[in-house]
């Protein structure tokens, strides 16, 4: 069965560095989001993304974060000037092999830990 | 605002036990509602849907608009049920909110 892969599993990072992460996200599948997860607490959306753009975003995903899909396979989660706060899981999720029904199940990956010194 | 509800971070029950998980939600328009599991040392994966009303595992959910819950229910739990359950709200664009989760743990 296909799935969503996550590179790299756990990433440490110095605070105000920039990271990068990356997800493969099922093959025929035309969403993709990513979720954050601070421990002890509740899994949080941070941005949708659908035909090569952003389509909708939390208050939390502002200007120090970025989604990009360079090559019709990747979608990568990039946050800049990191912060202590920053550290958490994020997932990354794909669903949907029907266009304009966002509403379909999503398939996550098995998370990056992040953690930020 | 759009939200989700879970009261019960973790519920204990003996094996055989009906087993009942509480979910409300908070939206103004047509929710979509989802119950997502994430097994020990697994990755979140999906257990059921409210629009496709299936039994998956033996647990059922019914969305009751009036009294915006979506409650996760089971008669007999298994202690292979023990996990953890999050209820999870698509508001009809891109963007699913998610309870807290719940813990379940059945005991021998």
């Known amino acids: 069965e296909p799935e969503v892969t996550q590179t790299p599993s756990h990433q440490v990072t110095q605070m105000g560095q920039e990271v990068i992460l990356r997800c493969v996200p099922i093959?025929?599948?035309?969403?993709f989001y990513w979720y954050r997860q601070i421990l002890g607490q509740k899994v949080e959306f941070l941005v949708s993304?659908?035909?090569?753009?952003?389509?909708?975003k939390s208050e939390i995903f502002d200007d120090q974060f970025s989604v990009e899909r360079p090559d019709g396979s990747n979608f990568t989660l990039k946050i800049r000037s990191t912060k202590l706060e920053d550290s958490a899981m994020y997932f990354c999720?794909?669903?949907?092999?029907?266009?304009?029904?966002?509403?379909?199940?999503?398939?996550f990956g098995d998370g990056t830990r992040l953690s930020i010194l | 605002a759009q939200r989700v509800t879970q009261p019960e971070k973790l519920l204990s029950v003996f094996k055989g036990a009906p087993v009942e998980l509480k979910c409300n939600y908070s939206?103004?328009?047509?929710?979509?509602l989802f119950w997502y599991v994430q097994y020990s040392r697994q990755r979140l994966q999906l257990l059921l849907r409210?629009?496709s009303r299936e039994s998956i595992k033996g647990f059922t959910a019914d969305l009751n608009k009036g009294e915006t819950s979506f409650h996760l229910k089971k008669p007999f739990a298994q202690e292979e049920d023990s996990a953890m359950y999050y209820c999870?709200?698509?508001?009809?664009?891109?963007?699913?909110?998610f309870g807290a989760g719940t813990r379940l743990f059945v005991k021998a």
């Open positions: 999720a794909s669903s949907g092999s029907a266009d304009r029904d966002p509403n379909q199940p999503q398939h």
């Open positions: 093959s025929n599948h035309l969403y």
């Open positions: 993304f659908y035909n090569n753009e952003i389509s909708e």
């Open positions: 939206y103004s328009g047509s929710p979509e």
């Open positions: 409210h629009i």
């Open positions: 999870a709200l698509s508001t009809g664009g891109f963007k699913t909110i």
